[in-house]
T-cell receptor, first 112, second 111 residues
Framework: DAGVTQSPTHLIKTRGQQVTLRCSPK?????VSWYQQALGQGPQFIFQ???????QRGNFPDRFSGHQFPNYSSELNVNALLLGDSALYLC???????????FGEGSRLTVL | GEDVEQSLFLSVREGDSSVINCTYT??????LYWYKQEPGAGLQLLTY?????DMKQDQRLTVLLNKKDKHLSLRIADTQTGDSAIYFC???????????FGDGTTLTVKP
């Protein structure tokens, strides 16, 4: 049973570019949440997708957007990248109504 | 607003017990979690407790929750060198939605 998988594992972008990160949830899970983890800090909640809609959102600008597909996989898009967007982006999945939240290994984004 | 505080560092000897503490401010959270993160890796779910529970034990792990003081602790019995990692406390709301993580406690286990 595969856990949460994310791609790519590492990527480098320059300021102003756009990036798309991908996530496949754990089997049986229908809800995907995205987090940003800066170096030396805990994960910060970006948003959560359920039934292909954004259900909850943290304090992140509109440059951060997402999508959930009918197979429950999800994408995180970040436009107009800033140096401060450099971080580990974590995807977590859960089953609606249940609290267990499982994380992937993350995508490490470096913005130069 | 929501805030989760943890001490930054803890160092113990192999075989001793480790106790990692966490305080939180929002009493409306549904679940309180402990995650482990090793260098370069994602977060591994260790255990969690419902906010209406006081204690949960899972093998070497014991979670204690003091709702009055909004204090959560994780005790690791017989700590091993493989337990060296960063441990995150988190409060998570119904449907595992908006959540708040602490900045992590780095546990170092010395042989």
């Amino acid at each position: 049973d595969a856990g949460v998988t994310q791609s790519p594992t590492h990527l480098i972008k320059t300021r102003g570019q756009q990036v798309t990160l991908r996530c496949s949830p754990k089997s049986g899970h229908d809800t995907v949440s995205w987090y940003q983890q800066a170096l030396g800090q805990g994960p910060q909640f970006i948003f959560q997708y359920y039934e292909e809609e954004e259900r909850q959102r943290g304090n992140f600008p509109d440059r951060f957007s997402g999508h959930q597909f009918p197979n429950y996989s999800s994408e995180l898009n970040v436009n107009a990248l800033l140096l401060g967007d450099s971080a580990l982006y974590l995807c977590a999945s859960s089953q609606d109504g249940f609290g267990e939240l499982f994380f992937g290994e993350g995508s490490r984004l470096t913005v130069l | 607003g929501e805030d989760v505080e943890q001490s930054l560092f803890l160092s113990v000897r192999e075989g001793d017990s480790s106790v990692i503490n966490c305080t939180y401010t929002d009493s409306s959270s549904t679940y309180l979690y402990w995650y482990k993160q090793e260098p370069g890796a994602g977060l591994q779910l260790l255990t969690y407790i419902f906010s209406n529970m006081d204690m949960k034990q899972d093998q070497r792990l014991t979670v204690l929750l003091n709702k009055k003081d909004k204090h959560l602790s994780l005790r690791i019995a017989d700590t091993q060198t493989g337990d060296s990692a960063i441990y995150f406390c988190a409060e998570i709301y119904t449907n595992a939605g908006k959540s708040t993580f602490g900045d992590g406690t780095t546990l170092t286990v010395k042989p």
